[in-house]
């Protein structure tokens, strides 16, 4: 088992709208893209930000060696309640997980 961050040249985390985060994850090669889209599932992940699994969004681009996940963010961004006007913190998140 190993942590994402091993299998990865970049993952880095944005605002996709005032109302959605997304995640993109950019492997250093084919072989780890690979390993990674077939052992890390959906739940996983929707687990791991404590949200629906229906509103997890996964794309896997193959020709890009990258696989983006979005999802809704819990405070509209810039409201009273948002602590990350620019969702930047989940990159930090996802460097952690374990495969």
Same mark, same amino acid.
């Given at each position: 088992? &190993?942590?994402? $961050?091993?299998?990865?040249?970049?993952? =880095?985390?944005?605002?996709?709208? #005032?109302?959605? %985060? $997304? *995640?993109?994850?950019?492997?250093?090669?084919?072989?780890?893209? %690979?390993? /990674?889209?077939?052992? !890390?599932?959906?739940?996983?992940?929707?687990?791991?930000?404590?949200?629906? #699994?229906?509103?997890?969004? =996964?794309?896997?681009?193959?020709? !890009?060696? /990258?696989?983006?996940?979005?999802? #809704? &963010?819990?405070? *509209?961004?810039?409201? &009273?309640?948002?602590?990350?006007?620019?969702?930047?913190?989940?990159? $930090?998140?996802?460097?952690? %997980? /374990? *495969?």
């Amino acid at each position: 088992m &190993r942590k994402l $961050t091993s299998l990865t040249k970049n993952i =880095r985390s944005k605002n996709a709208g #005032p109302f959605w %985060i $997304t *995640i993109d994850i950019f492997f250093k090669n084919k072989k780890n893209f %690979i390993y /990674v889209s077939e052992n !890390l599932k959906n739940e996983k992940i929707s687990n791991i930000l404590q949200i629906d #699994p229906f509103k997890l969004k =996964r794309f896997d681009i193959k020709d !890009l060696n /990258v696989i983006k996940f979005s999802f #809704p &963010r819990v405070n *509209i961004q810039g409201s &009273r309640l948002d602590r990350d006007m620019h969702g930047a913190s989940f990159s $930090t998140l996802f460097e952690q %997980i /374990v *495969i």
